[in-house]
C-alpha cells in the first residue's frame, strides 16, 4: 500500500497548487474550469488513442454512459466550487466543499458495502474539526455568504459523486480512459455554459493562459488522476479524507509564492487535518 499513499500524495500536493493557480488568473471562475479540463483532455486523448485503442472499441454502453455521467459531476462541482468563492470567504467554501468524506463514506457504505472503521470515523471528525478552525472568523451571514456556502455544499455533494463512480468503474477502466471521457465531457459542458453566461472566450493575458495551462498539467493531470488512479485500490473514503489535505497544501503554498502568511486557526486547523488524515490511513 506504500505506493498507492505516495500516489495519493503527490496527488494532493499537485491540487493544492489550484488555489495559487485561480488567484494569478485574470479570468471568470466558469472559463478557468473550462480551460483546465479541456486543456487536460487534449494531453489525454492521443495517449489513450495510442495506448488504449483496443479498450475503448470494446467499452460498453454502460460504462461510456457512467464515465459521462461522471463527467458531468465534474463539471458541476468545479463550476460551484469556483463560483462558491466569489461569493463567501476562500475559509468558508473550503470547509463545505470538503464535507465529501461524510456523503462517500455514506453512500459507499450503502452502494458498495465497504465498512466504515472507527479510524476513518474519528479521521473524518478530525478533519472536520480542523477545517472548522480554518473558517472560523471567516463566515460572513448574508444572502451572498448563504449562496456561496450553497454553491459550494452542492460542489461537495457533486465531486462525491464523481468519486463513487470512479470506485466503480476504475476496478475495469483504465485511468486513460476513464480520464479522457470525464475531463472532456466536463470541459465541453463547462464551454457551454460559459457561452451561455456570454463570457469571451479569448482576450487574456498571457499570464492568465500560463496559469490555465499550469491547472491542466499539475492540478488536473498530475493530480486528479493521481488520485482517480488511486480509487482502484483505495476506497473512495479514504481519497476524499486525503483531498482534505489540500488546504494545508494550499496555505503552505500561499505563504511561500503569494506571500500570505497564515494565521493562527489556519495553523491549528491544518495540524487537527494532518492528524486526522494520518489517524485514517494508519493501518487501513
Not at 93 to 108: D, E, K, M, N, Q
Amino acid at each position: 500500500m506504500i505506493r498507492q499513499y505516495l500516489i495519493i500524495t503527490v496527488g494532493v500536493i499537485s491540487v493544492s497548487f489550484a488555489a495559487i493557480f485561480i488567484r494569478l488568473a485574470d479570468a471568470p471562475p466558469l472559463i478557468i474550469a473550462s480551460y483546465r479540463l479541456l486543456i487536460a483532455s487534449l494531453v489525454l486523448w492521443p495517449l489513450t488513442l495510442k495506448y488504449s485503442g483496443n479498450e475503448l472499441r470494446h467499452l460498453t454502453f454502460r460504462d461510456v454512459g457512467l464515465a459521462l455521467i461522471s463527467g458531468v459531476f465534474l463539471a458541476l462541482h468545479f463550476g460551484m466550487w469556483i463560483t462558491s468563492l466569489s461569493y463567501t470567504s476562500v475559509a468558508t467554501s473550503v470547509i463545505l466543499v470538503t464535507s465529501s468524506p461524510l456523503f462517500v463514506a455514506i453512500a459507499s457504505y450503502v452502494f458498495f458495502k465497504e465498512k466504515i472503521s472507527w479510524k476513518i470515523i474519528v479521521g473524518i471528525i478530525t478533519c472536520f474539526i480542523g477545517t472548522a478552525f480554518i473558517c472560523y472568523g471567516n463566515w460572513n451571514i448574508g444572502t451572498d455568504s448563504f449562496l456561496g456556502g450553497i454553491l459550494a455544499l452542492m460542489g461537495a455533494l457533486a465531486v462525491s459523486g464523481h468519486l463513487l463512480i470512479g470506485r466503480k468503474l476504475r476496478q475495469t477502466m483504465s485511468i486513460l480512459v476513464y480520464g479522457s471521457v470525464t475531463c472532456s465531457s466536463a470541459g465541453l459542458l463547462l464551454l457551454f455554459a460559459s457561452l451561455i453566461w456570454g463570457y469571451p472566450l479569448s482576450g487574456y493575458t498571457g499570464n492568465t493562459y500560463l496559469m490555465m495551462i499550469l491547472l491542466a498539467l499539475v492540478p488536473q493531470l498530475l493530480g486528479h488522476l493521481s488520485l482517480n488512479w488511486a480509487l482502484r485500490f483505495v476506497s473512495a473514503t479514504l481519497v476524499t479524507i486525503a483531498v482534505l489535505g489540500e488546504p494545508v497544501g494550499a496555505n503552505i503554498l500561499a505563504f511561500l509564492i503569494l506571500g500570505e502568511t497564515p494565521k493562527l486557526f489556519e495553523i491549528l486547523g491544518s495540524i487537527f487535518i494532518l492528524a486526522g488524515i494520518y489517524t485514517a490511513f494508519r493501518k487501513s
